[in-house]
């Protein structure tokens, strides 16, 4: 990284990150819909997945393995749509590919809310995969989309902001829902509302498509703007009449295949694997490991809420530092802390703690805490990044197809994460599993073990990004504007 002559302090930092929004006052309202739909369905993801694994084991009988199994095979059907679900957007634009994913996912999470027959809920829980899938893509495409090259920093700072305002909210929803009477339906009844909420707000507030009319214009000047080497900002006028033009999806997808820059893009996201499946290991291993390790009574929503927090926290303080350094170098720092931090739970917590059973659980609890808090601070760093590297070097109007394209890799690594996930627990930390057990087992049969395994995999992606930048960022369009600042390259 380059050297910065003076960092400000933190009430500077506070101060520049919020300054930063009042650039999007001037944003048009189709964006403010996108926002308010991203934190609305975020609550509703974010509350669902840690619940998920439960959900298969406590509602439809499943044992760690064979729903570990499922867990795989769910997450990746939700990254087989998502590959193709960027071209679906690019093609049908924002508005009608939003409302598509809305209706599937109110669908499937009431067919979930009245109906307990494996025979019913396991294709609505592929549904929920599938409206997921084509909603994720869309909201990363149309923060760009409907932002200038001035506030598009603020734009995805706004996006990553609010995901973690919905880690938050979703956290504490999550375990009052499994409190009540429904448990762990519980959590996809309040899901369906906040499905019907998104529905109504895209329906009501986003601007539907304009006449065909002055589409003619609109090509002829957005064909004479292409050759400027500067991005133009995109009028309301522009973006509405971007969702009245059809283009091939599959033409779209070949267009983008070609390019060799693409290819390098894959091989870092197929690195990058390794840390972004610390984010599985939360979902699949950890609502079990914080109820064996700590007992029933484990807030596991609120546990996971801590990442929302500490995000939201850090974005404020890091953001306006971090865009100082450059972007690549800035998801490197990131993940190597997010890496580490799978470490933390790899120590025996009789080690720290003593071998009392009340200190052995504040053991856990602390260990857990640590982990979450570090791979927190290493995610601030690196994750919102990642979300402007891919639509920075993608061409203009094919934001969403590389959004898409790039969960390739997670396709693969979520068919081998499910399965691992449920061997792993069933090896190491069994339905049979307390405090107390936990703690005493040999360390190569100990839920510590278990950790360690998963630390090699997550470590393994610093490693090989030292080994493979120069290929990662031959060419890159970033050469020039290489700074996390979310300030986009003009395509090539």
Excluded at 186 to 204: A, D, K, N, R
Excluded at 292 to 297: A, H, L, Y
Aim: glycine share 6%; net charge neutral; aromatic share 10%.
């Amino acid at each position: 990284m380059s050297d910065v002559a003076s960092n400000p302090g933190v009430a500077n930092a506070i101060r520049d990150y919020f300054r930063e929004f009042s650039k999007l006052k001037a944003a048009s309202r189709d964006f403010w819909v996108v926002q308010l739909v991203n934190l609305l369905d975020g609550v509703a993801y974010f509350a669902m997945i840690p619940a998920l694994i439960l959900y298969l084991s406590e509602n439809l009988g499943f044992g760690d393995r064979p729903a570990g199994n499922w867990y795989g095979v769910l997450m990746a059907a939700y990254t087989a749509v998502g590959f193709v679900a960027g071209f679906i957007g690019d093609a049908l634009g924002i508005r009608r590919t939003l409302l598509i994913s809305v209706i599937v996912l109110v669908v499937s999470r009431l067919m979930i809310s009245a109906f307990t027959a494996q025979a019913v809920v396991i294709p609505a829980l592929f549904l929920i995969m599938v409206g997921t899938a084509i909603m994720t893509p869309v909201l990363v495409a149309a923060t760009k989309r409907y932002t200038t090259k001035q506030t598009r920093t603020a734009g995805f700072n706004l996006l990553y902001f609010l995901w973690n305002v919905g880690v938050i909210i979703a956290g504490p929803a999550l375990d009052i829902a499994r409190g009540t009477e429904y448990g762990n339906r519980g959590v996809f009844m309040m899901g369906s509302v906040l499905s019907i909420l998104c529905w109504v707000t895209i329906m009501v507030l986003m601007r539907k498509r304009i006449s065909l009319a002055d589409d003619a214009w609109r090509e002829e000047k957005a064909s004479a703007t292409a050759a400027d080497s500067s991005e133009q900002p995109e009028t309301d006028d522009e973006a509405e009449s971007s969702e009245d033009r059809w283009e091939n999806p599959l033409v779209i997808a070949w267009s983008v295949i070609r390019e060799s820059a693409f290819w390098r893009f894959m091989l870092f996201l197929l690195i990058v694997v390794g840390v972004k499946l610390v984010f599985e290991h939360w979902h699949a291993i950890s609502p079990k490991y914080y109820l064996r390790v700590i007992g029933p009574e484990a807030p596991v929503g609120t546990l996971n809420s801590l990442n929302g927090w500490v995000i939201c926290i850090g974005l404020v303080i890091s953001t306006p530092i971090v865009a100082r350094f450059k972007l690549f170098n800035v998801m490197f720092v990131g993940m190597c802390i997010s890496a580490a931090s799978v470490l933390i739970p790899v120590i025996p917590p009789s080690l720290l703690f003593g071998t009392d059973p009340e200190a052995i659980v504040r053991g856990y609890y602390t260990l857990i805490v640590a982990q979450i808090i570090m791979f927190s601070i290493g995610e601030v760093i690196w994750s919102p990044r990642l979300f402007e590297y891919t639509a920075a070097i993608a061409p203009k109007n094919r934001e969403a197809s590389y959004m898409g394209l790039s969960t390739l890799p997670m396709f693969f690594a979520r068919m081998v994460e499910g399965p691992l996930s449920g061997n792993l627990l069933d090896r190491y930390c069994p339905d049979t599993t307390t405090p107390e057990i936990a703690a005493s087992l040999p360390f190569t049969q100990s839920p510590q073990f278990m950790w360690l395994i998963l630390a090699s995999i997550s470590i393994a992606t610093p490693i090989l990004i030292v080994v493979f930048r120069g290929v990662i960022q031959k060419e890159s369009r970033l050469e020039k504007t290489d700074t996390a600042t979310g300030t986009d390259a003009p395509a090539t």
